[in-house]
């Protein structure tokens, strides 16, 4: 089943083209990385997704819907998570923002809303930590708290923004084995500069410089042999290149609109 | 000092100071938590032009202040939601001009010769009972809609953009704890006055920041240290026969010296 189709999309800010001829398929239970260099669209790409943002030209259907209808299944992990570290705010009460703003009680959260954001919080593993204030954890326990923030509403899409940026190695693996075991039950779609993630975790791929080149890496071992990559190390660039490249012949299902303009 | 106490004017000062400071902990807060502290010393300054409007036609002072700070506070929000990357700029603008308005104003008022000082400064041994009871109304609203919106206020106060992903009226919010600032600014003029109004909202949040564990124990750690501020600042302008507001402020400071040198985390 299709979860998100991104059908010829391209938006602009003001004249300036950010994405043009977009198209992506992402099914039930995939793990899409979404690559590209700084200023390559890709999180317009995600703010599209995400409704916070309209394009310009073409259609975007989540969950059989229009983002903004389909916002209460899709759970959004931002890029930033180290800011407002200095908020007097409870890990727990972090995780209940992940609630809506529709029917809640006059004050406060229901006794549903506080056992789902518990709940969300023992899918991280961070339910020791629900009382401690959310300044005190180390970078890498704070993206796990947002990830469970995303959880609270059991989304059926859970959409992260560069999720181990400010992270050390150790803690960015975590997170990763973390996404792997949702990944199970949730489909994740996640944008990383990170080159471990497409080569461990993702299934699909797509490089996204002004247009959206996709491939299917759910077989590695594709990747590397028609690229006479003969040697055992890689370099993150040539692999970069590799996804980006118009002629890449190891991609099942390259997009025929794709390559790099 | 215990015979003070038997007077009106000395009775109606502590009311006045428990009830602002109270408001000024709960928004102070808001403000501080919001990065919005320029913001509301460019609406504290702005006020002055609706002291002179109210001058000028003969109004209540705190209708003419309330009306004019509660525009720009609209204004103020109007401009963060649309200009952003400008906001500073415009802030700068509304501060001087809204005080130059309120001058031109008091110059224009014909044979009235209104005591500037006092509203820059404070006038908290001149309150009356109709200011105690716009403050306990002011107190009671903030208190009521503070309560109410908690959720909404503290996840827009923790982050905007996720909110409005929750679908959380944003801009809704966030108009609204810019108004319920300029109210509470107006009636801190009584107190303190508008130029020194931004240390009330901010000395007791910045120490309250550091010894409570949610955005509510805040409020209320910083509604108890305004008020022992207030307080003790007036004990201190009695006996020593000092200007009330300034004495205030410096109690403030002084405490949060002390608290900085002695706090370790």
């Not at chain 1, 180390?138 to 899409?157: E, Y």
């Not at chain 1, 489909?187 to 247009?211: E, F, M, P």
């Not at chain 1, 006479?228 to 660039?237: A, F, N, P, R, S």
């Amino acid at each position: 089943m299709s979860l998100v189709s991104l059908h010829n999309l391209a938006f602009a800010y003001d004249t300036q083209p950010v994405l043009e001829h977009v198209s992506l398929e992402v099914n039930e239970h995939d793990f899409l990385a979404i690559i590209g260099p700084n200023g390559g669209g890709k999180s317009t790409l995600l703010k599209l997704m995400l409704g916070l943002l309209k394009p310009t030209q073409g259609s975007i259907t989540l969950l059989g819907t229009t983002p903004s209808a389909a916002r209460h299944d899709v759970g959004y992990v931002p890029q930033n998570t180290n800011v407002n570290t200095d908020f007097p705010v409870k890990v727990l009460d972090v995780v209940l923002m992940g609630n809506g703003a529709e029917h809640h009680p006059l004050f406060g959260y229901g006794i549903e809303e506080k056992a789902c954001a518990m709940e969300a919080l023992q899918q991280v593993g961070m339910e020791d930590f629900a009382a401690r204030r959310i300044g005190d954890l180390s970078g890498g326990q704070r993206q796990r708290v947002m990830i469970a923030r995303a959880l609270c509403r059991r989304p059926k899409l859970l959409i992260l923004d560069e999720p181990t940026a400010s992270i050390d190695a150790t803690g960015q693996k975590e997170i990763y084995d973390l996404l792997k075991r949702l990944n199970d039950a949730i489909t994740v779609i996640v944008v990383s500069h990170d080159l471990s993630v497409i080569l461990g975790y993702a299934n699909k791929a797509a490089y996204v410089n002004r247009t959206l080149t996709f491939h299917d890496i759910s077989d590695k071992s594709h990747i590397f042999h028609t690229h006479g990559q003969t040697d055992d190390h890689l370099c993150e660039i040539d692999i970069l290149e590799m996804l980006g490249g118009e002629s890449c012949d190891v991609c099942n299902n390259c997009d025929d609109k794709g390559g790099a303009a | 000092m215990i015979d003070a106490l038997s007077f009106t004017f000395v009775q109606h000062a502590i009311l006045a100071g428990i009830l602002v400071s109270l408001a000024a902990g709960i928004i102070g807060s808001l403000i501080v938590v919001n990065r919005m502290v320029f913001l509301a010393g460019g609406i504290a300054h702005t006020s002055y032009g609706g002291i002179g409007l109210a001058v000028f036609f003969g109004l209540p002072i705190f209708l003419g202040a309330s009306l004019f700070a509660v525009a720009a506070a609209i204004l103020v929000a109007w401009l963060t939601l649309h200009q952003r990357e400008r906001i500073d700029t415009f802030i700068g603008l509304i501060w001087a001009v809204g005080m130059a308005i309120g001058v031109i104003l008091v110059d224009l008022t014909p044979g009235y010769n209104v005591d500037l000082m006092s509203y820059l400064f404070g006038s908290i041994l001149a309150v009356e009972t109709g200011d105690l009871m716009f403050m306990g109304v002011l107190l009671a609203f903030i208190v009521g809609i503070v309560t109410l919106k908690y959720r909404d206020i503290l996840a827009v106060s923790y982050d905007p953009e996720y909110a409005l992903l929750r679908g959380i009226n944003v801009p809704l919010i966030y108009t609204t704890i810019l108004i319920l600032s300029a109210l509470t600014v107006v009636v801190a003029i009584k107190v303190v006055g508008l130029i020194l109004v931004i240390a009330l909202l901010t000395i007791p949040v910045y120490i309250a920041e550091r010894l409570s564990g949610s955005l509510a124990g805040m409020m209320m750690i910083s509604g108890g240290l305004a008020t022992l501020f207030t307080l003790g600042g007036l004990v201190f302008s009695y006996l020593y026969n000092l200007t009330s507001g300034a004495s205030i402020i410096l109690v403030s400071a002084a405490f949060l010296g002390v608290f900085l040198v002695v706090w370790k985390r």
